[in-house]
């Protein structure tokens, strides 16, 4: 018998003890699904939530790595560069982040980068800078004056090739060598025939990308000196970026950075349009891509060695993993175009756009487009897609007006001017000189669009 309820005593305690267990482990399990779905409910509420709902989390709150908030970029010249200084100008703006801006429009190229032409420069450390990008031409030491020691410097290329074809169509009027041809034929030709490298804004007609990197760009190539301006810039860029693959640089570039997705989706801006027709942008032969490939030599050096570099990162990336991060920047792309664009998202001329505040400066030969808001935006939403379309200038307008809020004063009408430029600067600057902000584009129709 005292066995018996020794026994009964015994299966009691078990079960007991097998219910509390069962009660904690239901209990744990609980807790766990709650927060997971905790955690899927906020991913929905800000990711698969309203597509048109512009603010929406895309980073992944559970990574371990801190976003970049001082970053250096290399705004080379007909490169897509634009569309990156966008991004950085959003990511700046909307973090409250204080940008290294030029006294105008470029950091006084095309001479060499000098700390003192940042505005608002004290001298080293007296002003804590966190985005650096207009265009320059490096000088690494200047700019180590400006930017803080943990600074992420990237920047991009293009295969020469197309890069001296955008260049001729955009500089013909500025560079002697594009001046003197009768057409780009012409020059592909016989470039010697009408370049001169004392002369200039000759630096626009060879070597455009090794000038930009601050490297001596008329110096004729060997395979010596090619190696050593790659090693120097290997030692000053964490990641070089490819405008042929725009979307993969992106990938690769927010997660260096460790931003949120939508920091870098983009819609292309300073993209141009050639005329129905026009002959402004005959289209290359293989051999006239050789022939400018070898006549800016130093640049296809670079473009080469980093391609391969570029791809490397991307194995290392991985395939499957970079097939799919295009596809979700392309998507939200889209879906950022249908809330905020007109007409689909297509580029319009500038004669199009109402909005002086994001109409594009034209520059002589091409035609530059520009994008036109959707009616009836408001407040944050209205604000989200004006900072994706606003052009490069106007842009660099507000945050200076930002930064460095006028004084009050007496009541005055202002006056209508032109934006004022540094001497030394590019095509589109020296073009816009002679334009008002409210200039109206010639008309034209048709054509194809290119960054």
Not at 22 to 46: C, D, P
Not at 402 to 409: I, T
Request: hydrophobic share 40%; charged share 25%; proline share 6%.
């Amino acid at each position: 018998m005292a066995f018996r309820r020794t026994a009964r005593r015994m299966r009691w305690l078990g079960c007991c003890r097998l219910g509390l267990l069962w009660k904690a482990l239901v209990l744990f399990v609980a807790i766990g699904f709650a927060g997971q779905l905790l955690g899927v409910n906020k991913r929905l509420i800000f990711q698969s939530g309203d597509p048109r709902h512009p603010l929406r989390l895309l980073a992944d709150a559970s990574a371990p790595c801190r976003p970049h908030t001082h970053v250096m970029f290399l705004k080379t010249h007909k490169t897509a560069s634009s569309t990156v200084l966008n991004m950085l100008y959003r990511f700046g703006e909307e973090r409250g982040l204080r940008f290294a801006l030029p006294l105008g429009y470029q950091f006084g190229y095309p001479l060499r980068f000098s700390a003192h032409r940042v505005k608002g420069y004290r001298g080293p450390g007296a002003v804590e800078f966190s985005i650096m990008g207009n265009h320059m031409r490096f000088n690494k030491k200047e700019v180590e004056k400006v930017m803080p020691p943990d600074t992420f410097y990237f920047s991009i290329l293009r295969d020469p090739a197309l890069l001296a074809e955008s260049s001729y169509t955009y500089y013909k009027a500025v560079a002697p060598a594009f001046r003197r041809a009768k057409g780009l034929a012409d020059f592909i030709d016989d470039p010697w025939r009408h370049y001169d490298p004392r002369l200039r804004n000759n630096h626009y007609a060879r070597n455009l990308l090794w000038f930009d990197f601050g490297l001596p760009h008329d110096a004729n190539f060997t395979a010596e000196l090619a190696r050593a301006g790659e090693a120097e810039v290997r030692r000053s860029f964490q990641l070089v970026l490819l405008a042929e693959h725009f979307d993969q640089s992106m990938v690769l570039l927010r997660h260096a950075l460790c931003w949120p997705l939508d920091a870098v989706v983009s819609f292309s801006l300073n993209a141009r349009q050639q005329r129905a027709g026009s002959s402004v942008r005959p289209a290359l032969s293989e051999k006239q891509r050789q022939k400018l490939r070898e006549w800016n030599a130093l640049d296809w050096h670079l473009y080469r060695a980093f391609n391969q570099t570029f791809w490397a990162q991307v194995e290392r990336f991985g395939r499957e993993r970079m097939d799919r991060e295009v596809g979700a920047l392309r998507s939200r792309r889209e879906e950022l175009a249908q809330l905020c664009l007109r007409d689909g998202g297509q580029p319009v001329e500038a004669s199009r756009i109402q909005d002086k505040a994001i109409r594009p400066f034209q520059s002589g030969l091409v035609k530059i487009l520009g994008y036109e808001l959707q009616p009836g935006l408001v407040n944050l939403t209205r604000d989200f897609c004006l900072r994706l379309v606003r052009p490069e200038i106007q842009y660099k307008d507000v945050l200076d007006s930002k930064q460095f809020p006028r004084p009050p004063g007496p009541a005055a009408t202002p006056k209508k001017q032109s934006p004022k430029f540094e001497k030394g600067g590019d095509r589109q600057d020296l073009q816009i000189r002679e334009q008002k902000i409210n200039q109206t584009a010639e008309t034209g129709k048709g054509g194809n669009l290119l960054r």
